[in-house]
């Protein structure tokens, strides 16, 4: 923990600058300018300030590290970048600062709206595409006063982002959603409560597989700026607490007072030393006390792209352990390959929205936009066995029964659920779920799963020895990420999968969300781009879980086996109600 000097006067508490936040004799100062920008695409309209510093040290052949700061250039920051660099403390860095937008009325200047509450507090990726893709090109067109270049590394190890109460919770929004653009973090006083979501995030970083950040968190006893949204200061104890049992580097200073600066400028340099410290060494994913994770993750595995494929779509394992991935614009099917790039396999003529393997080793396929189910045999010959049916979700089971969902035309279209024989004779077993996708039988044969695409639920039925479907429940609930489209509010799940414990691995927008046998969220696996649209467990065991994310085929190897739907029925492990 660090720890700042203060002097006690009565009931206050009076924070002191270290002598790195100001000007010091001998030290090169650099230089700091300022433009004005106008979002396009993610903020339109909104007019906002950025400022940029550029070191004394800096020279345009060597790539500069990124310290990105959200409301402005708080801190003393052009003085701590000053004397940091020039003791080494931390590399030669280029400061940029954004102020948040707003609307202003064009003749009289009057703000019609402000916008910083929605830019900083929001909890999805916006704010990281407006940076990466408006305000550092637009930083990128100017020059230093001797006419420097501004070459900024695109090295997520070399970039840091802060900033204070709503810029505080933006800082570790822009971390959380892209590793793959910031990896240092200093919140100070952080708005984690109920604005827009934030107050999430203790519970989410417990669940998420933890990310390659290291951050520093500061807060005062008395910070409860409007206890209508939650207490700041409990948030922040409980972000840093999440952080500690999730494995990330974490590191925290608490001090006396409330929403206040002085504490945070007090100890900005020494946050500045402990974020750079032991640089350029990478920084690291951390060791999480997920018992979820310590189940299902195999020690040193990651997630690696598994053949190249332009808009990968319906993933399916064959029987054995082959894995088949669809175009799904073209609906070309194509087997994937451990050393090489995906070979082609039969072409459907059409766009192929899900797939199935049977015990035989027939594919079953669905063309919703054709309303077809086709049957791939081993060699390749395609055949129609059902039409009339717009099917998002497809089961194989190993007595032959196929089940599949069929979402509706949109909400206020109820979803069907069909249990369809291999001759093609469909029979209706429940309908009324909202957007229903993808549907799984578990591993005994005693229930089925069945996704509400456009919520955040997931139905659980008793399949009955008749074949019928009993005791319908929402009973799974997920997770439901903030999307930067507007998706909807909804999870988005599309695939199920389920291994030998019985646990349900569910493709959502946030990522594979890992839920028990009582229908509660127990871990998030999550890529970059954490959108998952398809999945599957392949390989010779089945022990290695197939993914499409960002239309792009990632796999990974994890402690415990898959359960195909043509497999014979198991006995699943004992549980309690939890």
């Known amino acids: 923990m660090l720890f700042s000097g203060c002097t006690l006067m009565g009931a206050q508490t009076q924070y002191q600058v ?4 100001l000007p010091q004799q001998g030290v090169p100062h650099g230089e700091m300018f300022s433009f004005e920008i106008t979002g396009k695409t993610y903020y339109p309209g909104a007019v906002g300030t950025v400022w940029v510093y550029i070191p004394a040290e800096y020279t345009p052949d060597k790539p500069a590290c990124l310290c990105f700061g959200l409301d402005g250039p708080g801190n003393n ?14 590399p030669v860095t280029i400061g940029v600062f954004l102020s948040q937008g707003q609307i202003v009325d064009t003749p009289s200047k009057t703000p019609l709206r402000f916008d910083r509450c929605y830019e900083w507090d929001s909890t999805n990726d916006n704010l990281d595409h407006f940076i990466y893709e408006e305000v550092l090109p637009a930083v990128k067109q100017h020059k230093a006063t001797d006419c420097r270049e501004i070459n900024i590394s695109m090295d997520p190890n070399d970039h840091m982002i802060y900033g204070g109460s709503s810029g505080g919770v933006g800082s570790f929004t822009a971390a959380w959603q892209h590793p793959d653009y910031f990896r240092r973090v200093f919140t100070a006083i952080g708005t984690y409560v109920g604005m827009r979501g934030a107050d999430m995030y203790p519970t989410l ?4 597989e933890p990310k390659p950040i290291r951050l520093f968190l500061q807060d005062g006893a008395l910070d409860t700026w409007n206890p209508l949204f939650d207490n700041w ?10 952080l500690s049992f999730a494995g990330y580097d974490v590191n925290h200073s608490w001090g006396l007072l409330g929403h206040e600066g002085s504490h945070a400028n007090s100890i900005f340099p020494d946050a500045m030393r402990w974020l750079w410290r032991d640089y350029p060494k990478p920084i690291e994913s951390g060791t999480p006390a997920n018992s979820m994770f310590k189940s299902v993750l195999a020690k040193g595995e990651t997630w690696n792209q598994a053949g190249g494929l332009a808009s990968a779509g319906a993933l399916a394992a064959a029987p ?4 088949y991935v669809a175009n799904k614009a073209t609906g070309d099917i194509y087997k994937l390959s451990d050393s090489g790039a995906p070979t082609i396999f039969v072409h459907t003529n059409g766009p192929v929205a899900a797939q199935a393997f049977g015990k035989d080793g027939t594919l079953y396929v669905s063309q919703p936009t054709v309303g077809k189910i086709l049957s791939v045999s081993p060699t390749g010959t395609v055949a129609t066995i059902a039409t009339g049916v717009h099917i998002a979700g497809l089961y194989a089971s190993s007595d032959g029964a196929i089940y599949a969902s069929e979402p509706g035309a949109h909400d206020d279209d109820p979803s069907k659920i069909w249990s369809i024989t291999a001759a093609g004779a469909k029979t ?13 039988l578990t591993p005994d044969h005693h229930l089925l799963f069945v996704a509400e695409g456009h919520t955040h639920w997931i139905y659980s039925y008793v399949l009955a020895a008749d074949g019928t479907l009993q005791d319908k429940q929402r009973f799974y609930w997920l997770h439901v990420a903030e999307s930067a489209s507007d998706a909807g509010d909804w999870a988005d799940s599309t695939d199920l999968a389920e291994d ?8 959502t927008r946030m990522g594979v969300q890992i839920c028990d046998r009582n229908g509660r969220v127990e871990g998030i696996m999550t890529l970059p781009d954490g959108t998952v649209s398809s999945l599957c467990f392949g390989g010779a065991k089945f022990d290695t879980l197939y993914i499409v994310c960002a239309d792009k085929i990632y796999k990974r190897k994890l402690q415990i086996p898959g359960v195909p739907g043509f497999a014979d029925p198991i006995k699943l492990p004992g549980f309690g109600a939890g």
């Open 500 to 507: 030998t414990n019985g646990d349900l691995y569910v493709a």
């Open 320 to 323: 054995n352990g082959d894995v």
């Open 77 to 90: 920051i052009n003085n701590v970048l000053d004397n940091l660099i020039y003791k080494k403390q931390v």
């Open 233 to 242: 200061y409990t948030q922040n104890r409980s972000m840093e607490e999440s």
């Open 428 to 440: 209706l077993l429940d309908s009324g779920v909202i957007h229903s996708t993808g549907l799984l």
């Open 18 to 21: 270290q002598p790195d936040s």
């Open 205 to 208: 970083i417990r669940k998420t």
